[in-house]
C-alpha cells in the first residue's frame, strides 16, 4: 500500500498517520481520547502509525490558578504519546505562566493554541475567534507561548477559524503571524465565527493558507465526517494532514477508517449493534473512571448514547431512558433490550453529527471592529474573557 502523505511533522514530534482528533469542550477527555487511540492504533497496527489527540480547551487562567477541574482535565494516561493540550487565553502574560507550569512541570508534548471558540459568551470578551482580529495581541500570545515552550523543546501549534465573518476575515494574515513566530503548524476550520457550525465548510480557504504558510505543516478542519472525506480534503487543498472534529462524535472507530485510509487501504469498520453498544458501554467505564464517580460517568455519556445509536432501530422509549441513564447496571440492562443483532444501518448512520445551528451575528466587544490594534479599555474588557468560560 502507498500512503497518502508523509507522516506529519509537529516540532520533534512524527505523526505517521497525519489526523488529529480535535479538542471538543466536554467531548475530548482522558476517556474519550482512550478509547479513540484503542481504534487507531488498531487500524495502523500494520504500520506502526498513530494520531494526535488532543485534550479538550483549557483556560490558561484557571491552570494558572491549579483549579480542581483543570488539573484533572490535564492529566494523560501513561501510554498517551505525545500528550497533548488545547491552551485557550486571552492574554499573553497569563499565556507565558500557563506554558510555563505545563513544560516545566513535564505535564505535556504538544500545545495547541485555541484561536476558534465561535461561542457568544467568549467572542463578547473579544475571545476565541473574535481575538484574531487584534493582529499584536495574536502576535504576543503566539509569541510568548512558544518562547515559554521552545526552551523544553515542546512545539506549539494554533488553530483558528477563517475570520469573525465574510467581511472580516484573519486567517491569511494570522497564519503569517503565527508562523513567523515559530508556530509548528496552523489548523483552519474553514467557517467563520458567523456560521459557528452550520452552512458548508469552505476547503478552498485551507488551499489559500496553504499557499500563505509555507515552511511548517498546514492542516484542514471542517465537513470530515468520514474517511472519504478527509482523503477529499487534502486531494483538494493539499493540506498536510487533517482535523476531526464531529464526525468522530459516536464513532470513535473513524480513526480506524483513516488510519486504514492514509495508508492506502479502503477497509472500514462496519460495526453492528452489539459492536456499537460494546463501544458505548466502554466509554461509559471509561468516564466513571475519569470522574472517580459512577454517577458523574454515566450522567456524561447520557450526550454521546444518541450519536451512538444514529441510524439503528431504537424506540423512542428506550432512547428517552438511555437518555437518563445512571448507573452501568441500568446502562446494561437497557442494552441487553435492544435488537443488538441489527447490521450496521448505512447511510442513516453517517453523515453529520452533533448541532449545526444556524448562522448568526457574532457578538463582540464595543467598538472591536474599528481598529485592529486594542485600547486599553479593551484590554480591560478581555481579561474578563477567560473567565466567561466554562470548563477547565
Known sequence: MTALLPPLRIGRHTIETPVVLAPMAG??????????????DAGSAATGAHSLYVSEMITSRALVERTPLTMRLIKHDPDESPRSIQLYSVDP??????????????????????????VPKVTRKGGGSALPWKTELFRAIVSAAVREASAYDVPVTVKMRKGIDPDHLTFLEAG?????????????HAR????????????????????????VPVLGNGDIWSAEDAISMVRATGCDGVVVGRGCLGRPWLFADLAAAFAGSDVQVVPTLREVTDT?????????????????GCRDIRKHIAWYLKGFRVGG??????????????LDALIDSLDLDQPWPGEPAEGQRGRAGSERR???????????????????EIALAELAVSGG
Open 192 to 215: 467563520t465565527a458567523s456560521q459557528a457550525y452550520s452552512g458548508t465548510a469552505d476547503w478552498s480557504a485551507i488551499a489559500r493558507l496553504k499557499e500563505v504558510v509555507t515552511t
Open 93 to 118: 502574560v497569563t499565556t507565558a505562566q500557563a506554558v510555563h507550569l505545563l513544560v516545566s512541570e513535564d505535564r505535556c508534548d504538544h500545545i495547541d493554541l485555541n484561536f476558534g471558540c465561535p
Open 280 to 296: 458505548l458501554r466502554r466509554h461509559a467505564e471509561y468516564l466513571c473512571e475519569f470522574y472517580e464517580s459512577q454517577e458523574k
Open 317 to 330: 422509549e428506550l432512547r428517552s431512558s438511555l437518555a437518563l441513564v445512571d448507573s452501568l447496571d441500568a
Open 27 to 40: 467531548i475530548t477527555n482522558r476517556a474519550f481520547r482512550r478509547l479513540c487511540r484503542e481504534y487507531g
Open 362 to 380: 457574532v457578538v463582540l466587544p464595543d467598538g472591536w471592529l474599528t481598529s485592529r490594534s486594542i485600547d486599553d479599555r479593551q484590554h480591560a
Open 176 to 188: 503569517r503571524i503565527a508562523e513567523g513566530e515559530g508556530a509548528a503548524a496552523v489548523a483552519l
